[in-house]
């Protein structure tokens, strides 16, 4: 049996087909590894949070304590305020300073996301710099 190769032409003729294979083969690669990567990047562990033993950073002359108490009612300083007028009662503490740090107190009893709803209002009025303010421990470990 006899195959003939040469078709009477001396010239090659032009490919116009990409080879994909070698593109398909790279995907998948890069698919599995990613597949095994992505649950080891998310955290999903319990853990019991400590307390903190860093040292106390110096206060400013004029503190302003935003308080959360365990009936989610907010005080600025002693004054009761409602979420609705939290932000204009800040702008008018801080004299309209968005830069001003806002010492955070909160009763322990406040939920995590309580907590959170209360930090988003305060983001959502322009206050980014927000210290949580908790009691110090004296144990050191």
């Known amino acids: 049996?006899?195959?003939?190769?040469?078709?009477?032409?001396?010239?090659?003729?032009?490919?116009?087909?990409i080879n994909?294979?070698?593109?398909?083969?790279?995907?998948?690669?890069?698919?599995?590894?990613?597949m095994i990567a992505a649950p080891l990047a998310t955290v999903d562990v319990a853990v019991n949070l400590p307390t903190?033993?860093?040292?106390?950073?110096?206060?400013?002359?004029?503190p302003l304590f935003l308080t959360v108490n365990a009936n989610l009612s907010l005080a600025i300083g002693d004054a009761p305020v409602t979420r609705r007028d939290l932000s204009l009662a800040l702008d008018r503490e801080t004299a309209g300073n968005k830069d001003e740090r806002i010492f955070l107190r909160a009763d322990k009893t406040i939920s995590y996301g309580d907590l959170m709803q209360?930090?988003?209002?305060?983001?959502?009025a322009g206050y980014l710099k927000i210290a949580l303010v908790g009691l110090a421990t004296d144990q050191k470990h």
């Open 20 to 34: 994909v294979t070698p593109f398909i083969d790279v995907m998948l690669v890069l698919l599995i590894i990613f």
């Open 118 to 124: 209360v930090m988003n209002e305060l983001r959502g």
């Open 52 to 62: 903190s033993t860093a040292e106390p950073q110096p206060r400013p002359e004029r």
């Open 1 to 17: 049996m006899s195959v003939r190769l040469d078709h009477g032409d001396d010239d090659l003729q032009e490919m116009h087909e």
